[in-house]
C-alpha cells in the first residue's frame, strides 16, 4: 500500500468527523435545543442564550485537541459572549440573535485591513493550513515571489472581506425583518453558504486563469517551428495560480 494509499482513509475520517462536529454543535445542536427549550417554556431570550453554548463547546472542544489559538474560534467566542450579555441585560433576543454579526463583520475588517500588511489574510490562513515549517509549507511560501501569485491572494483576500462585511449587513437585516426562529435557522447555514460559493469562485477564478495561461502557451508556440522555446510560458509561471487555487 503506497503512502497516499494510507493517508486517504485518514483524510477522510478527519473530513467526517469535521462535517458531524459542524452539523452537532453549530447546526442541529442549537436549533434542536432552540425548540426543545422554547418548548418547555423558556423565554427567548434564555433559550437562545443556552442553544448557544452548543457552538461554544464546539470551540472550546476545538481549542483543547489542537492546543493552540484559533483566530476564528476567539472572534466566534467573543461573539457569543458578547450576544449573551446583551440579551441577558436588556431582555432582547434581537441582540442575541446579532452576536454572529459581531465575528463576521470583524472577520470582513481583519481582512481588508490585513491588505496594508506584508501578507494579507487569506494567505496567511492557507499557510498555517499547510503548515509553515513543512516542506509543502515552504514551498507554497516560496511562491510569494511571483506578481500572478501575490495578486491571486491579495484579491481572494479582497473578495473575502467585501463578502464578510455583506454577510453581516444580512444577519442583521434579517433579526429585524424575520421572527426569531426563522433568523436563527438561517443563520447558522448562511456562513457555510457563503463560504462555499467563495470557495467555488476561487477555484473557477483558478481555472479561468490556467486556461488563460495554456492559451498563451499555445499561442506562443504558433509562429514558426524554427523560434526557440523561450517564449513559452515557464511552467514556475502557471505554478503560483494553481497553488492559489489548491490552497483554498
Known amino acids: 500500500m503506497t503512502s497516499d494509499q494510507q493517508v486517504a482513509p485518514i483524510r477522510d475520517r478527519s473530513r467526517l468527523q469535521s462535517a458531524a462536529k459542524i452539523v452537532v454543535f453549530d447546526i442541529a445542536g442549537p436549533l434542536v435545543a432552540y425548540s426543545l427549550l422554547r418548548s418547555a417554556g423558556l423565554s427567548s431570550v434564555l433559550a437562545l442564550v443556552l442553544s448557544g453554548a452548543f457552538p461554544a463547546l464546539g470551540i472550546i472542544a476545538g481549542l483543547a485537541r489542537n492546543r493552540r489559538v484559533d483566530a476564528i474560534g476567539v472572534l466566534v467566542l467573543a461573539g457569543i459572549a458578547v450576544g449573551t450579555i446583551l440579551g441577558l441585560v436588556t431582555h432582547d433576543p434581537k441582540l442575541v440573535l446579532m452576536e454572529g454579526s459581531v465575528g463576521t463583520a470583524l472577520f470582513g475588517v ?57 454577510e453581516a449587513a444580512a444577519r442583521v437585516a434579517l433579526v429585524e425583518l424575520t421572527s426569531t426562529s426563522t433568523a436563527l435557522a438561517v443563520s447558522k447555514f448562511m456562513p457555510y453558504l457563503v463560504a462555499g460559493a467563495l470557495v467555488l469562485w476561487m477555484t473557477s477564478y483558478g481555472r479561468r486563469r490556467q486556461r488563460r495561461r495554456a492559451a498563451q502557451e499555445a499561442a506562443a508556440q504558433q509562429p514558426t517551428a524554427q523560434q526557440p522555446t523561450a517564449q513559452q510560458v515557464p511552467r514556475h509561471h502557471r505554478r503560483p495560480i494553481e497553488a492559489a487555487v489548491h490552497a483554498s
Open 110 to 166: 481583519a481582512c481588508l485591513g490585513s491588505l496594508r500588511t506584508s501578507r494579507p489574510l487569506i494567505y496567511r490562513f492557507a499557510l498555517e493550513f499547510k503548515g509553515e515549517d513543512t516542506p509543502q509549507g515552504q514551498e507554497f511560501s516560496s511562491l510569494w515571489q511571483y506578481p500572478a501569485f501575490r495578486h491571486a491572494f491579495n484579491l481572494f483576500t479582497i473578495v473575502w472581506g467585501a463578502t464578510y462585511l455583506a
